[in-house]
Nanobody, 126 residues
Framework: QVQLVESGGGLVQAGDSLRLSCAASGRTFSTYARGWFRQAPGKEREFVAAISWSGGSTYYADSVKGRFTISRDNAKNTVYLQMNSLKPEDTAVYYC???????????????????WGQGTQVTVSS
């Protein structure tokens, strides 16, 4: 059974940092792009960041560019999201995902991702 499990969420103050992790089990995703999405209350899920299967390419939403960094460790089958200078508007449930197709370039379309985690809550207070 394929599972993606996020961890690292929590309640922080504006300006603080958090590091999210997403560990995969049941299969290896070393040849698949990985991504992070988020969904705030009353809003649609939105793209945050993605990383190519090799880690050589990354792609960010404008709202997080320069503050968030996505990385991966294929040996651990894990992807990370380092979030710095957090803002109240970053408050959301954060989901990790894995691409449907191996060796594909990174993109921000949720339809490209076929495996999803259950989400981890990030709350940023002002």
């Amino acid at each position: 059974q394929v599972q993606l499990v996020e961890s690292g969420g929590g309640l922080v103050q504006a300006g603080d940092s958090l590091r999210l992790s997403c560990a995969a089990s049941g299969r290896t995703f070393s040849t698949y792009a990985r991504g992070w999405f988020r969904q705030a209350p009353g809003k649609e899920r939105e793209f945050v960041a993605a990383i190519s299967w090799s880690g050589g390419s990354t792609y960010y939403a404008d709202s997080v560019k320069g503050r968030f960094t996505i990385s991966r460790d294929n040996a651990k089958n894990t992807v990370y999201l380092q979030m710095n200078s957090l803002k109240p508007e970053d408050t959301a449930v954060y989901y990790c995902a894995a691409d449907r197709i191996p060796y594909r370039g990174v993109g921000g379309q949720s339809a490209d991702f076929g495996s999803w985690g259950q989400g981890t809550q990030v709350t940023v207070s002002s």
